[in-house]
């Protein structure tokens, strides 16, 4: 999606395995995902805004990318849930950085409508083949506990689908 809205894109995986299938998506580069990527990414300071999906584990970081005005939105907690030890706004992050969240659990709540969200816009670029949104696969209810084992295995490679029949 940020791809189709124009921006440059700067993917991370844990694994090196997924880079084609995110350069194929419209990275135009990939990063092993690391705590201290910010000290490596030659675009330190200079990034506009950073998607976090990992969480807690590696939030300050993503902080220090941005440049003065940029966007953080923790939005993931693949790296779990562990609060951030003696975490200091003054003293972690740069001055003129936003931080900000986003809970779907929020999602057709009074503070988050449903039309604040653009999903005829995602429909229509699904449907005309800009957005890939098929799901990596597919299992039937009596799959479930092969769907979580893939899944706990990290072998899921992108989003996995449990259908009732």
Not at 51 to 69: E, F, I, K, P, Q
Not at 84 to 104: E, K, R
Not at 118 to 144: H, N, S, T, Y
Not at 151 to 165: I, Q, S, W, Y
Request: include cysteine.
């Amino acid at each position: 999606m940020a791809v189709n809205a124009g921006a440059c894109v700067i993917a991370t995986s844990r694994n090196r395995d997924r880079f084609a299938m995110l350069e194929k998506l419209g990275a135009e580069r990939c990063e092993i995902e690391r705590r201290d990527l910010s000290k490596v990414i030659p675009e330190a300071k200079k990034i506009d805004a950073v998607l976090d999906l990992v969480g807690n584990t590696v939030m300050l970081d993503s902080l220090a990318m941005l440049r003065r005005g940029g966007r953080s939105c923790l939005a993931g907690w693949l790296g779990g849930l562990d609060p951030i030890p003696d975490f200091n706004p003054l003293l972690q992050m740069a001055s003129g950085v936003y931080l900000t969240f986003f809970g779907s659990f929020v999602f057709g709540t009074p503070g988050f409508a449903l039309s604040d969200v653009p999903l005829q816009q995602i429909a229509a670029d699904a449907a005309a083949g800009r957005l890939d949104v098929k799901p990596a696969r597919i299992f039937r209810f009596e799959e479930i506990r092969e769907a979580h084992r893939v899944m706990e295995a990290n072998e899921a490679k992108g989003k996995l689908v449990v259908v009732h029949a």
